[in-house]
């Protein structure tokens, strides 16, 4: 059965460095989607992603976020400065044309130290 | 501005006694809704969804939840839950857009079966 899949598994970086995360979405989807969870908190939407655009973000989502679909298999969450509120679990989904079921990869956990 | 809550934020429950996992919306707009399970250390894995049509939706592993308009509610249920079923449950609602819309959660609930 597909998956999303998502690397590392686990990243540890220092405040003010710049982190990238990885996805690979379903193969046939066409919607993106970043979500975060911080620690013992609710899933929270960051951002959906289609047709090479963002469709929607939240207010997390500040000038210090960015999302890239660099090819066509890769979906990539990038933060420019880390701030140690932006220790969480990431999890990458997506869901394609006509469907409501997001499909979520197993999240990358990000502790900035 | 769509919003979830569930009220119990841990419930534990004998082997094989029957569950009800409770969840309420709020939106102004028509909704779908979904239950999502978290096992440890893992993703979230659909158990079920409701986009229109019949109120009774049947899921995975046994779970059913019934779409209450009324009374915004999406409570998830199970006859007899297992070992296996420990794990925290989310409730997610959406408010459509041609399958690239944001799902809003709830702060879950941690299902502890006790042997």
């Given at each position: 059965e597909p998956e999303v899949t998502q690397t590392p598994s686990h990243q540890v970086t220092q405040m003010g460095q710049e982190v990238i995360l990885r996805c690979v979405p379903?193969?046939?989807?066409l919607y993106f989607y970043w979500y975060r969870q911080i620690l013992g908190q609710k899933v929270e939407f960051l951002v959906s992603f289609y047709n090479n655009e963002i469709s929607e973000k939240s207010e997390?989502?500040?000038?210090q976020f960015s999302v890239e679909r660099p090819d066509g298999s890769n979906f990539t969450l990038k933060i420019r400065s880390t701030k140690l509120e932006d220790s969480a679990m990431y999890f990458c989904a997506s869901n394609h044309r006509g469907s409501y079921e997001q499909y979520f990869g197993p999240g990358t956990r990000l502790t900035v130290t | 501005a769509q919003s979830v809550t569930q009220l119990d934020s841990q419930v534990p429950v004998f082997e094989e006694a029957p569950v009800e996992l409770r969840c309420n919306y709020s939106s102004s707009v028509s909704v779908y809704l979904f239950w999502y399970v978290q096992y440890p250390n893992q993703g979230l894995q659909l158990l079920l969804k409701y986009l229109?049509?019949?109120t009774l939706v049947k899921g995975i592993n046994g779970f059913e939840a019934e779409f209450n308009k009324s009374q915004t509610s999406f409570h998830l249920r199970k006859p007899s839950v297992h070992i296996s079923d420990t794990a925290e449950y989310f409730c997610a609602v959406s408010e459509g857009g041609f399958g690239n819309e944001k799902l809003t959660f709830g702060t879950g609930t941690r299902l502890t079966i006790i042997p």
């Open positions: 379903i193969s046939n989807h997390i989502f500040d000038d | 229109s049509g019949s």
